[in-house]
């Protein structure tokens, strides 16, 4: 005992037996690693080094006390499982060999917790202790069956540490699993158990009254059949709530509900929790009585969810949970749907309420699955006798039933700001899913959505989710893959603690990875797939498709961090964008002409005096226009002049304007979705150092060999679309429109212009026409962009266009590879 621990040696089994359900080579070795170190039988005289293991074994499991033991128990069923058709038995061996000096230990500890020097080290050790050998009596609870006596004294632990409270709990489990086990257990044995648990129950608080309330179930329904014992008890509880009821619904204003209210809670929960484990409609419990209990309780219960006082509300609703799961058939009445439904679609609801409706979905799904697994080991053993597989299904039946119910307002419960809602409701989500309850493609948006969770565990959880439906059923990612992105903007909406902020699709870490890689990593093995998926997404920037402006950036944001792997994919990206911006682009400028004419029409006659200088208005505009599409080269003898041209052109445009500025706020609002095209191919450009000609000579018909390159990333190239983050930041298409606003837009209107009369530089053309008209375009980009302009926005030489396949980085100024 004496024996010091190893920290180190801890920490390293902990690390390695959390990979017990890896990828095979892992398992196995994880496997063989702790089958020595831990579950080979040791010689009967080596006292130390049997010590050394209890010590180690111990140790793991205490430093895993938060993080669950399911590791332990995957473990020792694997060791098991892997000898059970062997004549030679080591690791069962082991185990008995490990139980066995398990007990002794606990009994040396509880010797020396007199000791007050080491109370506190002891205590911890003996709950390590008890806690091991419960996992062993989940797996093997034969190997406790003999120990079973042992154990029933550490019912009576005086209760004043956390500690202590756990060795009652883990003692009650161990109990619960082994005395239906026993071969003839004496009468005073049993006796004896029964009533500290009861004193337990009575006494103590919620855990403790769930862990005995069990055990009392599996004593008594398998054992004893002391069912006035029981009654007795759930009548006290009963009672009291009953007459709570009666007293509040005389007035309920009344202090004797406040004065009562522990007692009120306590008789809710132990209620419930009775009812979890009894049927109080047998005749065994209520004799010849024609009262239907559960109808009563249910009722009983109902009355005190409507209570003002929440904590009252909670307890009322855990009570029904619990007496769900005896009686799952109560949550098809018409009251249980709408209290579960309307606290789950309620957006004032309080979270606990919705945590509490959620956690009672989830433990009746695990207690179904139990159930199922335990009627498939019993169909197993005597699979010709009786059809109970038929008994299974239908109790999968009811489960369908019931989560076809709820299942739209569980999923719809991911769209919340408080991470403890969204993470209940994906374990609800994922129970359904392995147990087959429900069709999968209905989830998969909103576990696409739940893939961009900022907490990694929830997001591993969904991945996982979704990469168990791929494998089953091919194409219903794909299909929901669109759907599941808008989604994710919702929940990233819903999760946004600060609204001024616009939505981002990236994380923002060092790789800024974006929010949706992983579907996108699902996706891009197919290729049809993965350019249907890209070209959908692309199709929402379109004038036509109305998305709002905060989604386009989401969508652009992943766009730009997707985890590209060939030159094929931000090739075929940035070549529907150039199809995308020559037709959006064309419309918006032909709306925003229209739009102007008309309204300058619509608002009055003009006087002869003002149609003539309406007329010479509409011609300098015209003649602007003209200016302003002339190639570059022939303007640049005036190219001192060129500040003052687009001056011009800009007063000229404006005196043009409506009163009316909606066609100006439409125009800015509609622009952006080019703006973020615009911005998304340049920075495409920058982050794979594509130069002009390659973008221009990419064919999507083009054998997939031909651009099967792997790209060669640049550092430090992020994706920051200035010009729509202070456009939403700003809230333009709510704000008043100043004249500098105006001023903006025109301009913003007038690079637009410009940019679509060179979008597509005539390679025909002689070389300095090329170079003139591809300047005019990026000098309309950059302007565009906010004048930041990027380094392969510069037009080509004559070099860097030949070389444009080999090259690195941008178009111009950039050395070769």
Request: hydrophobic share 35%.
């Amino acid at each position: 005992i004496e024996q010091p621990t190893f920290p180190k040696i801890t920490e390293m089994c902990v690390k390695m037996i959390r990979r017990v359900n890896d990828e095979e080579g892992i398992k196995k070795l994880v496997n063989e690693t702790f089958q020595k170190l831990w579950f080979t039988p040791t010689p009967h005289h080596d006292k130390e080094a049997m010590t050394r293991k209890i010590l180690n074994i111990t140790d793991v499991v205490a430093a895993c006390r938060d993080t669950g033991y399911d590791w332990f128990e995957q473990l020792l069923q694997n060791l098991l499982k892997s000898e059970e058709d062997a004549s030679y038995k080591p690791v069962k061996k082991a185990c008995t060999q490990l139980v066995d000096n398990l007990v002794e230990h606990i009994l040396k500890y509880e010797e020396s917790l007199s000791d007050s020097d080491n109370k506190g080290v002891n205590s911890g050790r003996l709950v390590a202790c008890i806690t091991t050998l419960f996992l062993f009596s989940k797996i093997r609870p034969q190997l406790m069956v003999k120990h079973a006596m042992t154990m029933q004294p550490y019912l009576t632990t005086k209760c004043s540490t956390q500690n202590d409270f756990m060795v009652i709990c883990n003692v009650a489990k161990i109990l619960e699993l082994v005395v239906p086990l026993m071969e003839h257990p004496s009468e005073t044995f049993l006796a004896t158990i029964e009533e500290d648990l009861m004193k337990l129950i009575i006494k103590y608080g919620m855990t403790v009254v769930q862990h005995c309330v069990s055990c009392l179930g599996a004593v008594v329904n398998k054992v004893t059949q002391n069912y006035k014992f029981v009654w007795a008890c759930f009548n006290r509880y009963y009672g009291a709530l009953s007459k709570l009821k009666s007293q509040h619904q005389e007035d309920p204003n009344s202090t004797i509900l406040t004065a009562n209210k522990p007692a009120l809670l306590r008789s809710l929960f132990t209620v419930g929790a009775l009812c979890r484990h009894f049927d109080f409609d047998q005749e065994d419990f209520k004799g010849n009585s024609k009262v239907n209990i559960k109808d009563k309780v249910l009722e009983l219960l109902m009355y005190f969810t409507k209570h003002s006082d929440e904590e009252v509300q909670t307890k009322a609703i855990i009570g029904l949970g619990f007496a769900f799961i005896q009686h799952p058939s109560l949550m098809f009445e018409q009251e249980v749907k709408t209290l579960y439904n309307s606290i789950l679609s309620d957006k004032n609801c309080s979270v606990n309420l919705k945590i509490q409706v959620l956690k009672n979905l989830q433990t009746y799904l695990q207690e179904e699955d139990t159930r199922m697994q335990q009627a498939d080991r019993d169909w197993k053993k005597v699979a010709k006798q009786e059809d109970l597989k038929e008994m299974g299904d239908i109790s999968s039946g009811m489960s369908s039933s019931i989560m076809q119910l709820y299942l739209k307002q569980v999923l719809e419960a991911f769209f919340h700001t408080q991470s403890s809602v969204r993470h209940f409701a994906l374990n609800v989500i994922a129970l359904t899913l392995n147990q087959g309850l429900i069709h999968p493609v209905q989830c998969v948006p909103y576990l696409i959505a739940m893939g961009t969770d900022p907490e990694p565990s929830m997001r591993n959880k969904a991945d996982q989710q979704l990469v168990e439906i791929d494998k089953k059923y091919a194409g219903f990612i794909h299909m929901k893959a669109v759907a599941g992105m808008k989604m994710s903007y919702q929940v990233q909406q819903a999760i946004n603690t600060c609204p001024k902020d616009p939505v981002r699709g990236f994380r923002h870490d060092e790789s800024s990875s974006a929010l949706c890689s992983h579907l996108y990593s699902m996706i891009r093995g197919n290729r049809q797939h993965r350019r249907a998926f890209l070209i959908s997404l692309l199709n929402l920037f379109d004038d036509t498709a109305k998305t709002e402006v905060n989604m386009l950036l989401y969508i652009a944001d992943n766009l730009a961090c997707f985890p590209y792997q060939t030159q094929e994919e931000p090739l075929f990206i940035m070549h529907h964008i150039d199809i995308t911006l020559s037709v959006s682009g064309s419309n918006l400028l032909q709306s925003f002409k229209e739009s102007m004419v008309k309204d300058k029409k619509k608002e009055r006659k003009p006087s002869s005096d003002e149609e003539t200088d309406s007329d010479s208005n509409s011609g300098s505009e015209s003649e602007s226009e003209e200016e302003a599409s002339k190639p570059r080269r022939l303007r640049k003898r005036v190219d001192s002049d060129s500040d003052s041209d687009e001056e011009n052109d800009i007063n000229a445009v404006m005196k043009c304007l409506p009163e009316n500025s909606a066609p100006l706020i439409e125009f800015a609002n509609v622009s952006q979705g080019i703006l973020l095209l615009l911005m998304l191919k340049q920075h495409l450009k920058n982050l794979c150092g594509f130069s002009d000609s390659k973008i221009q000579k990419y064919s999507p018909s083009e054998s997939a060999k031909v651009y099967d390159k792997a790209i060669n990333r640049k550092t430090g190239v992020h994706f920051h679309p200035k010009q729509t983050l202070d456009f939403l930041r700003s809230d333009m298409a709510n704000s008043k429109i100043t004249e500098e606003v105006k001023r903006s837009i025109v301009k913003q209107y007038l690079d637009f212009k410009l940019l679509m009369e060179h979008l597509d530089p005539d390679e025909e053309e002689e070389d300095g026409e090329v170079s003139a008209s591809t300047n005019a375009r990026n000098k309309a980009i950059t302007s565009l962009l906010g004048g930041g302009s990027p380094k392969n926005n510069a037009a080509e030489t004559e070099d860097d266009e030949s070389d444009g396949e080999d090259r690195g980085g941008g178009t111009s100024g950039v050395r070769r590879r």
